[in-house]
């Protein structure tokens, strides 16, 4: 069982950096490829960007948000980063991470999530 806790929302000013974390518990974090998902109101939750695990050194983005966001990982720490930087406001959205023993674009392949995190984004 993984357990996934977000922080680092908040409210920023457009043209503004965030930075959100998801601290995994358990043991096995290096094994599980990383996700980070958003959910703006009224629309399906999307993909953000996802980096492999241990075994590999891949990331991947969503073309929204590539050259602007930088996903990271720290295994000794079990925790997964999302850098956002130059941040307008329809990056506004809850932000999840989450967790999947193959990665990749689609919310379905993830088997554990995180409560979410708030990121507002004023004009």
């Known amino acids: 069982q993984v357990q996934l806790v977000e922080s680092g929302g908040g409210l920023v000013q457009a043209g503004g950096p965030l930075r959100l974390a998801c601290a995994s518990s358990g043991r096995t974090f290096s094994s599980y490829s990383m996700g980070w998902f958003r959910q703006a109101p009224g629309k399906e939750r999307e993909f953000v960007a996802w980096?492999?695990?241990?075994?590999?050194?891949?990331?991947y983005y969503a073309d929204s948000v590539k050259g602007r966001f930088t996903i990271s990982r720290d295994n000794a720490k079990n925790t997964v980063y999302l850098q956002m930087n130059s941040l307008k406001p329809e990056d506004t959205a809850v932000y999840y991470c989450a967790a999947s023993t193959t990665g990749g674009r689609t919310t379905g392949l993830y088997d554990y999530w995180g409560q979410g995190t708030q990121v507002t984004v004023s004009s």
């Open positions: 980096i492999t695990d241990l075994r590999g050194a891949g990331e």
